[in-house]
């Protein structure tokens, strides 16, 4: 058992896709979607420098959110709806192989990738990647993944202590 | 950028809910999911009210929705992406959320490619780069194996071109008048280096002409090979790797020339003059429309005789003649290779003959090209100016047809038209490797056969 509450971590270890949302310099949100990668403590996501917006965000401002709300996009019976409110870092340390440390994870939900990675010459700088690491601090749980009900709150960092 | 009326209008059919995002009273960015439906006419979306204090977005400020979709495909991953994001003022009324729009921000990968994504990216990607340099105080760059950047670099594949002229003007030679084997591999060496030098030289002058940069739609055909552009090789570093290759090339010439006859110089000046001005100002060729015709004399003609002149020590008829088609076929592949470049070459004032000409023109002068091609080997063979056995290169000629039919389809389609492009450099590799097959057919039935028939040699 992870630090997430056991609904939630069953999200996040089938979601395809989640909306990563960020806080930009005007203090607005800005929404991406991502795949969502967790080891029981930490989320995890990539981003590629093609697409590096959201990493210059996060190091502007580490507050962020990631919600899983597809239906099609998670493997998970009944269905339900969570968002994850936490800290994030940017490991850009090592763009152009720090990334790989969470490729298993990845490989498990896009077995594609490594078909991408063998052809890295021809995208060379998408495999030049970021690697942002959430660390939650509170979470919210929508049973059935209806919203007009309101969600279980869960405060993670009360609940580590 | 605003939302259109049709983008609000078509939310309905392309995403199943919505995603609203703001920031709560902690400064957490919270997002929070809910069934929508679109108001095109009033410009606005209406979202269902979501449940729960902690969760309630906030009225009159300035939220971010997205729309957000995908195609789960079991054992790969998925495909089908597509997400729109708008932001604007929120405001109940009657019970629900209206949102109304005033920018927006998406992708679909069914109205633009991931490469072409990928590329608009380029920009941002050096941005990161050069402030993750300033942050670290060490310079940041992109990498590639050193196997894989020379490859990309040099565009070593492409070799193909120098490869069949040469060894058909060695073919030539080895047929009339002998063969000798180490200066045939030393003009294959230096045929190459020039080719390279070519190449990587082309990329410098692109780059600085802006060409490469404008071209969101680069292709493993065309485009270049965007070393200098993405960061993985400085300016200086391809210019000084230009020089070496051409150093070595010209060297490999003037030593070739020593050994064979100085009438090589000739035909080696003319190649090299025409290999550095197809890019490089002030006369850059290709800019002018020149480009087919510089290629087809540079890896027609030129190598072919070149590479036969070393064997024998003169000129001679046949092995120009023998390089007609290939020279021909070879234009054919910057020909169509050019057709995805076009509007970035026409912003970076490179007049190719696709910028030039409609598509039908293009299409007629492809196909014309080819019929001439075909049309010269089977009157060459039939007649007996090449040797009979050539006539086997008409077996390559069907390969034109799917190129012809994608430029029909594909024509502004930059990546569908890809197969079509690897389809015109077999149609170069295997009209001149038959050609070459045509010589070694005569060479073998003339050593086999006292008196030979007519029909193999």
Not at chain 1, 129 to 149: C, M, S
Not at chain 2, 393 to 413: M, T
């Amino acid at each position: 058992m992870g630090v997430l509450p056991q609904p939630v971590e069953e999200l996040l270890e089938t979601a395809l896709v989640s909306e990563l949302t960020v806080v930009d310099g005007s203090g607005l949100p800005v929404t991406h979607p991502l795949i969502p990668l967790y080891d029981g403590e930490v989320i995890y996501l990539t981003s590629s420098i093609l697409f590096s917006k959201k990493l210059e965000h996060i190091k502007g401002n580490p507050k962020v959110s990631i919600s899983i709300s597809d239906p099609v996009a998670v493997d998970v019976e009944p269905f339900r709806r969570a968002t994850i409110q936490g800290d994030a870092t940017v490991d850009d340390a090592d763009l152009h192989a720090g990334w790989e440390r969470v490729l298993p994870l990845w490989r498990k939900k896009e077995p594609a990738i490594d078909m991408f990675l063998g052809k890295r010459v021809a995208l060379p700088l998408f495999f030049e990647r970021g690697v942002i690491e959430v660390r939650p601090t509170k979470a919210f749980l929508w049973a059935n993944g209806a919203t007009d009900r309101p969600p279980q709150v869960f405060d993670v960092v009360k609940a580590m202590a | 950028m605003k939302p259109t009326p049709e983008l609000i209008a078509g939310l309905e059919s392309r995403f199943e809910h919505a995603v609203i995002a703001f920031v709560d009273d902690d400064g957490y960015p919270l997002s929070v999911a809910t069934d929508f439906r679109a108001d095109p006419d009033r410009g606005v979306v209406i979202l269902n009210a979501v449940a729960g204090e902690e969760v309630q977005p906030p009225e009159g400020e300035r939220v971010n929705v997205v729309f957000s979709h995908i195609r789960p495909q079991p054992g790969i991953g998925y495909d089908e992406r597509r997400y729109v994001s708008l932001w604007g003022p929120l405001r109940k009324v009657d019970g629900r959320l209206e949102l109304a729009p005033d920018r927006v921000q998406g992708w679909d990968e069914q109205e633009m490619s991931f490469f072409e994504l990928s590329e608009r990216g380029v920009p941002q990607a050096r941005k990161y780069l050069e402030r993750l340099s300033e942050d670290t105080g060490r310079e940041v760059r992109p990498r590639l194996s050193f196997g894989w950047l020379f490859l990309r670099a040099t565009r070593l594949p492409f070799l193909t071109a120098t490869f069949v002229p040469v060894l058909l003007g060695i073919a030539v030679a080895a047929w009339k008048d002998g063969f000798n084997w180490w200066l045939a591999l030393l003009t294959v060496i230096g045929g190459a280096c020039i080719h390279l030098g070519l190449n990587v030289a082309n990329d410098v002058f692109d780059t600085q002409s802006g060409a490469d940069e404008e071209n969101v739609n680069p292709t493993q055909f065309s485009g270049g090979s965007r070393v200098i552009l993405y960061g993985l090789v400085s300016m200086r570093q391809m210019a000084l790797l230009s020089l070496a290759f051409y150093a070595v090339g010209i060297g490999i010439g003037i030593f070739l020339a020593a050994y064979s006859g100085w009438g090589l110089l000739w035909i080696g000046v003319a190649g090299a003059l025409i290999s550095l001005f197809y890019t490089a100002p002030p006369l850059k060729l290709v800019h002018r429309g020149l480009g087919e015709v510089c290629v087809a004399l540079g890896f027609g003609p030129i190598m072919a005789l070149g590479a036969y002149y070393v064997q024998t020590g003169a000129y001679d008829l046949e092995p120009l003649l023998a390089s007609i088609p290939v020279g021909i076929l070879i234009a054919l592949i910057l020909y169509l290779n050019e057709v995805p470049d076009r509007p970035a070459d026409a912003r970076a004032g490179k007049r190719t003959l696709p910028v030039r000409l409609s598509k039908e023109w293009v299409i007629r002068g492809y196909s014309g090209a080819v019929v001439v091609t075909f049309g010269l080997i089977a009157v060459f063979a039939i007649t007996g100016l090449l040797v009979r056995p050539t006539i086997i290169a008409l077996a390559a000629a069907p390969l034109a047809l799917p190129v012809i039919r994608a430029l029909r389809d594909s024509y502004d389609q930059p990546y569908a038209l890809m197969p079509a492009m690897a389809k015109n450099i077999q149609l170069h590799l295997a009209t001149g490797l038959l050609l070459i097959l045509g010589y070694v057919i005569a060479i073998v039935a003339d050593g086999v056969f006292d008196d030979p028939p007519s029909f193999l040699t």
